[in-house]
């Protein structure tokens, strides 16, 4: 059984460019988070999404920043026009229902973003 | 108040030595609190969970102590050795608004390394 899978593993972007960051949860999955990581700082809060639905999003920057989770497809997390502040590792978490009946959150291996 | 304040930074104990790491939180509602391990270049994985109705929980060499009144909670890792070199997280969650604690509040992360 295949883990969570994020795409790509690293990304690099110039200032005003867009990055696109995907994410294919565990298989049986339907419940999706987003976290980001700054160097040298745990991870934060960003979205949490079910399939077709946006459940909490108040961890997202108000602007530049959007996430979907199709029903078909991968969940895909979008940063528009991109600063030097966007890098950082972005992780995927996946978990087949809600954590307090199946106790775990998988985590993908993170997509790194550079913006140069 | 959603904050986890985590200590030490990093933290540098012998094989065969005891690896204590420490957390605290503010806020009361919390009811459900993880440990996770990163190594490098990949993303956390549970280690061991515990919510605020027991005071202790072991899993083999680790153990988490939880003090409710104080609303600290640490890890402890028993017989260290040097593949638990890693950085270790702590976190918290409730369940609120939907998210079912699969929205966590992670510390600062603890860099710890085990010399041989």
């Known amino acids: 059984n295949a883990g969570v899978m994020q795409n790509p593993r690293h990304l690099v972007r110039r200032r005003g460019q867009e990055a696109r960051l995907r994410c294919s949860p565990m298989k049986g999955h339907s419940h999706v988070y987003w976290y980001r990581q700054l160097p040298e700082e745990g991870l934060k809060f960003m979205v949490y999404?079910?399939?077709?639905?946006?459940?909490?999003e108040s961890g997202m920057p108000k602007e530049r920043f959007s996430a979907e989770f199709p029903k078909e497809g991968p969940s895909i997390l979008r940063i528009q026009q991109v600063v030097r502040g966007d890098s950082a590792a972005y992780f995927c978490?996946?978990?087949?229902?809600?954590?307090?009946?199946?106790?775990?959150?998988?985590f993908g291996e993170g997509s790194r973003l550079t913006v140069l | 108040q959603q904050q986890v304040k985590q200590s030490p930074q990093s933290l540098i104990v012998q094989k065969g030595g005891i690896s204590i790491i420490n957390c605290a939180y503010e806020?009361?509602?919390?009811?459900?609190f993880p440990w996770y391990q990163q190594f490098p270049g990949k993303g956390p994985a549970l280690l061991i969970a515990?919510?605020?109705?027991?005071s202790e929980k072991k899993e083999g060499r680790f153990t988490i102590s939880f003090n409710k009144s104080a609303k600290q909670f640490s890890l402890h890792i028993m017989d260290s050795q040097p593949g638990d070199s890693a950085t270790y997280f702590c976190a918290a969650s409730m369940d609120a608004g939907g998210t079912s604690y699969g929205k966590l509040t992670f510390g600062q992360g603890t860099i710890l390394t085990v010399h041989p």
């Open positions: 515990i919510r605020p109705d027991v």
């Open positions: 978490a996946s978990s087949r229902g809600l954590i307090a009946n199946t106790g775990e959150l998988f």
């Open positions: 806020n009361t509602a919390f009811d459900y």
């Open positions: 999404l079910q399939k077709e639905n946006i459940i909490d």
